[in-house]
């Protein structure tokens, strides 16, 4: 680790440089002098926001000020005055800080403690399956505010009680006739309502700003914005000396006083100033029961309220293993065996799940598909087939309906095994293509352009990007290579095999791993083929790892620092190899990039069926942990996944050509309209 | 309802049970716990949520009677639709018969004289997950109870006739051998390319065929088709099917035309065999093996899987085929299956219907049940058995281990033991009957 460190000092520098070099070259340096600028003054970064947020575009970095003025100053603040939200509207208006941008990394390396909690978080929720727009919106949304789903739970809130109210209200006179019991209910019930009703018409006033202003109006409110702060940090600072509880008093009486003023005041079109404040106390105490309703876009299994709802919607029944690791508690895990039979014995009670989904679902559960990969393959053509079959139900539009078939379909499969990264992607985007199918296409005719979609995708972003990553690869292999691969990738294997087709002389070293000895399966094929190979486990890694000259491995997904996520050992065998002064070629289809940022295995991370490492098949003298499951002092752990930093990477080979790790934001900030628009 | 549709082959008036089943009461509705046997599978199906299904009966007859009661029964639960077939045409023949009906993917077809509680939809999604041909519930042979006391050499032969010779693969999950243990006399013949292609071949003589079968449909139709000398599903249908997973002939047009589709039209060729390569990673060498047999796609697709789900021991599964499993199943069924008979038990655990009378000092013991109408005399001790309706038993008369039917009439101080007693039997005074299989009329108004 300390190596690691060390090294991490010296090659930043390159890094940046090569990372981003278009737009960002002259920004860095000014970046890292305003950091301190503004935490310590505060005042004069606000006249150039404004500049530096229009003139965004999305090939730029963002300059970090934002996150550091969302984070600092807030914070310095808040110990003053009691509002430490001035920050958060702003926020809204700064273009979406792509997560993949080096922010995070840096803020580390920085070691600046304030940023570097929040940055992750950031990361960490960043990965969720909604339509690109919606994520815009939660990403750049002051919290979780802004996103889709507090909104349309929001609406239906207002539609059922209105109606429930009006209902109501239009009854009791008529109903005078019926049971007592009724009319006592009702002027109860109603009250409540009418209590739930006004809050929600203050979310209801305050979301149709929020969605209908335009860029002019949202400038306006945004100087707005800067003004009050501006004011309210003046007086902050010129009570501040006296007491600091005495100036935490006037700021929220400002408020409140405020706030009376901006009710009366109705529709969208409020005068700029009064606006933050307005949404500064109408959205903080909603905001806290937000939190609760909104479903983390991770689940953290350590969360056990949060286990105990998922649990109840859960189509496959879930025990959760008792006995786990401590550091690993958030991430789900489940007494292996028990699924599968459940699953299997409701197959004809689970009326909306399309067979061939439900198909797909039980063979991730016991293991039949596996691999980034097929696994996403044949999500899609699952997917594929039920939108075959699908057929919109009366008085509901296509788009609406079929992504909410495909994201319950989602959320069966994510009960059934973790979704990899990749299929992450491949979702994002088939709901983008729902999403903009034009309005004028019939039923059939958008049927048949969201299948040709998908085998569209799969033959582009997977099938040719496989062709394109060999016909790349193959050009670093030369005759006389050692070389050393890990697991089984079908990329890799295919290297392989191109490279033996075009005659090259070289040996495989296959190096493999408990339990689940996938590499067996390579080799058998490798060897069939007539290629020399050598079979070892990685726990000769060091040893074998002096002849090689070069090490290909394939990758579940490449993050946007560059970090390879794949399957667990690879990390192991890239550091061997670096500390050997060994190429790593990492091969990875471009689909699979993520711009989440992850700085070690532990955060995101699947957990296998621990008991697959306690038992060794056929050696029956060897199982000495047999019926040790239970025993409190005994915590196994089988990661799946592991996560290499970039330092131990030479380079990536993709579809869009070899690269360094460094540059991978690049190609997500890049493609990304490709990737989702083909 | 996931592309399967049911078939429930309901027999028609077997041989085996001659004395039991009769022109009246065809084989569907003999009553095992005073409830025609059918009526559990036809539960379990509506559990599971099936409620389309074909019951296929053999006899014009049999068909109306059958027909009949399950229109009264299940009138707003299930929608069924009986069919008739000629008797004798065998299980392959009465599916022949109903083929044309059959148009989703995949065929459940259960026998009807199942009682059990394994879920079909665990065969079915077995049969799902492997993209099989056939899946077959494979279930532990039941364990003969303690009625079982008649001569040894008798039991196994009984035995024997049931159980099958299983060979499964190390995952227990692929069917590679099956033939009926009747059948096996001293060596059993397992196909060498089979055996080399699994590595491992595990035979169990311990699973019995609980005839319940998730087919493809396109195979099953074919197979018909193809191989008209074909008489029963068991004996004929399967085992081929089995014997010739690795060089299928029938897959040759039906399976591709299924793996076409499964594959959504992807046309080109190379996109088949990349799936073929990548998609199934097997759980067992298997698989492995058949990938890595000459990757043309023709003979990639000269294969077929057939696979087997194994029913945990916890679960209960027992076929009514013959007059021993007719006395079993009735004791289990309010025993130790007592869940699936739908009746509540009292707190005693056994059935009396409030309509049964009783003398004094009549002791009816746990295990029981006396169906409506019946009078007891004095003195009498019931033990785990089951009277029928309409029963009149007489003083100091003593009923263990035992079956007696509808209308039977016990004279004073008779002994019942191990025995079944069919409708309308007249038993004497100070009869003695231990261990009797069977007691029936043969003239049941002369006695």
């Known amino acids: 680790m300390d190596v690691r460190r060390g090294q991490r000092t010296v090659i930043d520098p390159k890094v940046r440089q090569v990372g981003f070099v278009p737009a960002g070259a002259t920004r860095p340096p ?27 575009s999305p090939v730029m970095i963002p300059p970090p000020r934002h996150s550091s003025a969302d984070g600092l100053p807030s914070l310095s603040r808040s110990a003053a005055s009691p509002v430490p939200i001035p920050a958060s509207p702003l926020r809204r208006d700064t273009v979406q800080i792509p997560i993949g941008s080096y922010n995070p990394s840096e ?3 920085g070691s600046s403690p304030m940023i570097s909690p929040s940055s992750r978080l950031d990361a960490v929720s960043e990965f969720s399956d909604e339509v690109p727009t919606s994520a815009w919106l939660g990403r750049s949304g002051s919290g979780k505010f802004a996103s889709s789903f507090p909104s349309s739970s929001g609406e239906m809130m207002t539609m059922k009680i209105t109606g429930g109210g009006s209902g109501g209200g239009g009854n009791t006179p008529k109903s005078s006739l019926t049971t007592a019991s009724v009319v006592k209910a009702l002027p109860g019930v109603s009250e409540k309502d009418r209590g739930a009703l006004i809050e929600v018409q203050n979310e209801g006033i305050s979301k149709p700003q929020k969605q209908k202003t335009s860029k002019a109006e949202r400038r306006a409110i945004q100087e707005a914005q800067r003004a009050a702060k501006a004011a309210a940090k003046e007086a902050g600072e010129a009570v501040k000396p006296s007491a600091s509880s005495g100036g935490a008093l006037p700021a929220s009486k400002q408020g409140k006083v405020v706030k009376p003023s901006s009710q009366k005041k109705d529709g969208p079109q409020v005068t700029a100033p009064v606006v933050p404040s307005e949404k500064k106390v109408g959205d903080r105490i909603p905001d806290k029961d937000r939190k609760k309703d909104v479903p983390h876009p991770r689940m953290q299994f350590d969360d056990k309220h949060r286990v105990e709802k998922a649990k109840r919607r859960a189509v496959v029944n879930q025990s959760e293993a008792r006995n786990r690791v401590e550091l690993f508690r958030h991430l789900p895990q489940y007494i292996h065996g028990t699924q599968l039979p459940d699953l299997e014995s409701k197959f004809f009670q689970l009326d909306p799940m399309h067979p061939s989904v439900y198909k797909v679902g039980l063979q991730y559960l016991s293991g039949v598909i596996s691999g980034g990969n097929a696994r996403c393959i044949a999500m899609l053509l699952a997917f594929q087939e039920a939108i075959k079959d699908y057929s919109t139900p009366p008085e509901k539009a296509l788009v609406r309906d079929l992504t909410a078939k495909i994201s319950s379909y989602v959320s069966f499969l994510i009960e059934c095994r973790p979704l990899s990264i990749s299929m992450g992607n491949a979702i994002k985007f088939l709901k983008n293509r729902i999403a903009k199918l034009p309005h004028t296409l019939s039923e059939s005719e958008a049927k048949s352009s969201l299948q040709s979609d998908i085998d569209r995708f799969i033959n582009e972003k997977i099938v040719i990007a496989d062709k394109v990553i060999v016909g790349h690869a193959v050009t670093k292999i030369r005759d006389g290579d050692i070389l050393l691969t890990y697991g089984s990738s079908s990329v890799v294997e295919m290297i ?72 667990v050992g690879t990390a192991c065998v890239a550091m061997v190899a670096n500390a050997f002064q060994i190429p790593v070629l990492i091969c990875c289809e471009a689909y699979k990039f993520h711009e989440r940022v992850q700085l070690d295995s532990i955060c995101s991370n699947e957990l296998g069926d621990p008991d697959v490492i306690s038992k060794v098949a056929g050696r029956n003298d060897l199982n000495h942990l047999e019926s040790w499951a239970d025993n409190e002092n005994l915590q196994l752990l089988n990661l799946i996944y592991d996560a290499t930093p970039s330092d131990y990477v030479s380079m990536i080979i993709t579809d869009y050509g070899m690269i360094p790790p460094t540059s991978v934001p690049v190609i997500v900030r890049e493609y990304r309209r490709e990737h989702l628009w083909i | 309802m996931m592309d399967f549709q049911v078939v429930v082959l309901a027999g028609g008036t077997a041989k085996k049970l001659a004395p039991l089943v009769s022109k009246e009461v065809p084989k569907a509705l003999l009553p095992v716990a005073n409830r025609p046997v059918l009526s559990y599978v036809l539960e379990l199906l509506e559990s599971s949520n099936l409620k389309d299904l074909i019951v296929v009966v053999e006899g014009e007859d049999a068909a109306l009677r059958v027909g009949g009661w399950i229109s009264g029964a299940y009138v707003d639960r299930l929608h069924v639709e009986v069919a008739a077939v000629p008797e004798d045409v065998g299980t392959a023949g009465a599916l022949r018969a109903v083929a044309h009906h059959l148009t989703a993917n995949d065929v459940l077809i259960v026998s009807g004289d199942l009682v059990s509680d394994v879920p079909p939809g665990a065969v079915a999604a077995t049969h799902r997950r492997h993209g099989a041909v056939v899946t077959t519930l494979l279930c532990y042979a039941p364990v003969s109870g303690p009625s079982d006391t008649g001569s040894s050499a008798g039991k196994d ?33 397992v196909q060498k390319n089979i055996l080399r292609a699994v590595g491992q071949l595990e035979i169990r003589a311990d699973l019995m065929d609980a005839h319940m079968y998730a087919f493809k449909r396109t195979v099953l139709q074919d197979v018909l088709d193809q191989k008209d000398t074909f008489h029963s599903i068991r004996q004929d249908v399967l085992p081929y099917l089995v014997r010739t997973q690795l060089r299928s002939e029938i897959s040759a047009n039906g399976l591709h035309k299924v793996e076409d589709n499964a594959n959504g039209r992807v046309s080109s060729q ?20 058949l990938a890595l047999s000459p990757r043309s796609p023709e003979n990639a697709l000269r294969t077929h899987k057939c696979c087997a789900y194994i029913a945990s021991k916890s679960k209960y599964c027992a076929r009514l085929n013959s007059i021993q499993a007719f006395s079993d199943i009735n004791r289990d069924v309010v025993g130790e299956a007592s869940h699936l008979s739908g009746y509540s038990f009292s707190s005693q655990n056994n059935i009396i219907h409030p309509s049964a009378e009783l003398g004094s000092k009549t002791t009816v013991g746990p295990q029981c049940m006396l169906a409506e109408g019946s009078q007891m005399g004095d003195k009498c001790s019931v033990k785990r058995s089951i009277i029928g309706r309409h029963c009149r038993i007489g003083s100091n008369v003593k009923i263990v281990n035992s079956v007696v039917m509808n209308h039977v009439t016990i004279e004073d101080g008779c002994l019942v033991q191990g025995s079944v007693i069919c409708s309308n039997v007249h038993l004497q005074e ?12 043969l003239w049941p108004d002369s006695v």
């Not at chain 1, 058998?524 to 000259?549: D, F």
Request: charged letters at 20%; glycine letters at 4%; a positive charge.
């Open chain 2, 270 to 289: 190379n996109y088949v065999t990349w799936m073929s390569q990548h998609r199934e990673i097997a759980p067992s060498a298997y698989q492995e093996l």
């Open chain 2, 157 to 189: 032969k009984v035995k024997k006739s049931r159980y099958n010779i299983v060979g499964l693969d190390p995952t227990r999950q692929l069917l590679l051998h099956i033939a009926a243990g009747a059948e096996v006399e001293k060596d059993i013949r």
């Open chain 1, 107 to 109: 803020s580390v390396l």
């Open chain 1, 30 to 56: 000014a970046r890292s002098h305003s950091v301190p600028t503004d935490a310590c003054s505060s005042s004069p970064p606000a006249p150039e926001l404004p500049l530096s947020g229009s003139s965004l």
């Open chain 1, 496 to 567: 392989l095999l191109y490279a033996h087709e075009l005659g090259k002389q070289f040996r495989v070293v296959l190096v493999d791993s408990r339990p689940k000895l996938e590499g067996q399966a390579l080799l058998h094929r490798l060897v069939a083929k007539g290629l020399n190979c050598t079979y070892t486990h990685i726990n000769a890694i060091s040893y074998v790892m002096q002849e090689v000259t070069r090490v290909f491995l394939g990758a579940s997904s490449v993050l946007s620092n560059g970090t390879v996520y794949s399957r």
């Open chain 2, 430 to 441: 100070r009869v003695v009957l231990k261990d009797c299989q069977m007691v029936c009329a």
